[in-house]
């Protein structure tokens, strides 16, 4: 008899927990470690941005101004990057790229981006990191985070990449493309990097549209991501990606509500 309760016991136990589910892994909390919710107005707040200034990269026809209200100033709690066409300008296609070189780094965590994108052919706003080590070691080795890129020809996607060197020093990136989304010019979304020492993953509000695996990688290509970057909000126009322009649709705006990064508890 005790041998029947002991297996009939038993049995009862290997039951339940055969159709016992197991527990969710606990979800990450994050602590907000430093922030811009542009509840100003001006230029944007010097403690925390810089700028690059000139023509820059990628054939892009615009040129960064540096402390320019036409092209980045603060107003009704948002950040509003500008890019404007005046021929009787020295620099007759103008906007800014603000960045947080010197003032903030980030390594792991997560960074949420709030932003409606502009309108029209040849727009291409990004949200993004370079390693801090850039002005060293160059690009692509210091690596580069695109959180978000859109170009104006394809205004319902945004796009998410990772760039580093490959053993010979070529850019090997890997490119992304979010689902279809109608609002991208209309309304803020939320664009987020989440990462960590072994993932990075890149959100349109909460969906999860790209995964980059160190594990799916050679050593050499992670490595820059295991260093601090420095974070870049611009608005370029046209260049190797963003294409013919529609001169028309000036001047192009670029609204960001708040940037927010948070470090993993």
């Known amino acids: 008899m005790k041998y ?3 297996v009939a016991s038993l049995f009862s136990f290997l039951f339940v927990s055969c159709k016992r589910k197991p527990e969710p892994a606990p979800e990450p909390t994050y602590q907000l470690v430093w922030s811009d919710e542009f509840n100003y107005t001006g230029l944007p707040d010097s403690t925390r941005w810089t700028y690059q200034e000139g023509y820059i990269r990628n054939q892009e026809v615009q040129y960064y101004q540096s402390k320019r209200l036409k092209n980045s100033r603060v107003e009704n709690g948002n950040l ?21 070189l010197g003032k ?45 890129e859109w170009l104006g020809f394809a205004p319902q996607y945004v796009f998410g990449s990772l760039h580093k060197a490959d053993a010979n020093g070529k850019d090997a990136a890997q490119i992304s493309i979010s689902p279809a989304i109608p609002d991208l010019s209309d309304a803020f979304h939320t664009y987020t990097l989440e990462w960590d020492e072994k993932e990075i993953r890149m959100y349109v509000d909460d969906f999860n549209y790209a995964i980059y695996r160190a594990s799916d990688m050679p050593a050499i290509e992670w490595q820059p991501f295991t260093k601090p970057h420095f974070l870049l909000l611009n608005l370029a126009l ?3 990606s963003g294409g013919e322009i529609d001169y028309s649709k000036f001047p192009f705006t670029f609204t960001i509500d708040y940037v927010r990064y948070y470090k993993k508890q």
């Open 104 to 148: 903030a780094d980030f390594h792991y965590g997560k960074i949420e981006v709030r932003a409606k994108l502009p309108t029209g052919k040849g727009a291409w706003p990004a949200i993004w990191t370079l390693g801090t080590n850039r002005y060293e070691v160059g690009w692509p080795a210091s690596g580069e985070i695109d959180i978000m």
């Open 80 to 100: 509003i990057i500008t890019a404007l066409h005046d021929t009787t300008e020295a620099h007759p296609v103008s906007s800014a790229c603000l960045v947080t």
């Open 238 to 240: 046209g260049g190797t």
């Open 4 to 6: 029947f309760l002991i």
